[in-house]
């Protein structure tokens, strides 16, 4: 069963920084793209940030110069450095990937959520 599972959330003072992880684990061909989402209460879940296979990455405009994304492609892991935190990034963070289960095959995963909490 293809999963992802995410690690990194936690609680950081505003200005300081946090490193999350998403690794996609199971039975499948490969990783194309891999994003990260939050998700505010009675909000839609947004766009942070996303990477592609060949590595180009785009960012929400709330994030750019804050937040990067990176991937590792022989780790099937992608990742968020997240610096200069601010109050307002407290949500919880989304892992999503698209992953070829078999052969042109392609079907988009998530994670369960992980907690970012930001204190001023």
């Known amino acids: 069963q293809v999963q992802l599972v995410e690690s990194g959330g936690g609680l950081v003072q505003a200005g300081g920084s946090l490193r999350l992880s998403c690794a996609a684990s199971?039975?499948?061909?490969?990783?194309?793209?891999m994003a990260w989402y939050h998700q505010t209460p009675g909000k839609q879940r947004e766009l942070v940030a996303s990477i592609s296979s060949g590595g180009s990455t785009n960012y929400a405009d709330s994030v750019k110069g804050r937040f990067t994304i990176s991937r590792d492609n022989a780790k099937n892991t992608v990742y968020l450095q997240m610096n200069s935190l601010k109050p307002e990034d407290t949500t919880v963070y989304f892992c999503?990937?698209?992953?070829?289960?078999?052969?042109?095959?392609?079907?988009?995963?998530w994670g369960q959520g992980t907690q970012v909490t930001v204190s001023s």
């Open positions: 999503y990937a698209v992953l070829e289960t078999s052969a042109n095959i392609f079907q988009q995963y």
């Open positions: 199971g039975r499948f061909l490969s990783v194309s793209a």
